[in-house]
């Protein structure tokens, strides 16, 4: 098997969108609320060109995805970290956590934040991320967890 993570191109934005999609879909929400969250979801091409992407390819095949970007010189936030749902549970999101945390680590960053979708909560904590807060969604119930980690926890996990 051929694993490879390259820099994402501003062409893939339609193959992320929509692999986005899939993966946010796999956790059961409902095709009325996946249509309420499409601009919401969408990859833009001028996202790409301000913000760190990095596409996962197993054997030429587009698996998984990551894009973050600058808060302030101290903290890189997570935007979005995204795997096609017959890959979801094989080890490829901690791959491509591992990676991230890798290009933040070499950046210079200290610290990482992120908003998690609340299906991937316990990921982020197996991973060494806590929740700090919680934000609150236009599903009646439903909260996002606000997440954290400092960079250098990297070496101890």
Sequence with gaps: MNLIIERV???DAQLLTELTF???????????QMEAWREELKITSDYLEYSSAYKL????QLVGYYTYRPIDAATAKLDNLFIEPEFIGRGYGNYLLSDFMMQVQEA?????????????????????FRTVG????????????????????????
Excluded: C
């Design 134 to 157: 919680h934000l609150k969604t236009d599903i009646e119930g439903r909260f996002m967890p606000v997440m954290e980690r400092l960079v250098q926890e990297e070496s101890e996990s």
């Design 9 to 11: 191109h501003a062409a």
């Design 108 to 128: 210079g960053f200290e610290r990482v934040v992120l908003d998690a979708d609340p299906n991937s909560e316990a990921f982020y904590l197996s991973y060494g």
């Design 22 to 32: 899939r993966s946010k879909a796999y956790w059961k929400y409902s095709p009325e």
């Design 57 to 60: 390819l197993v054997d030429d």
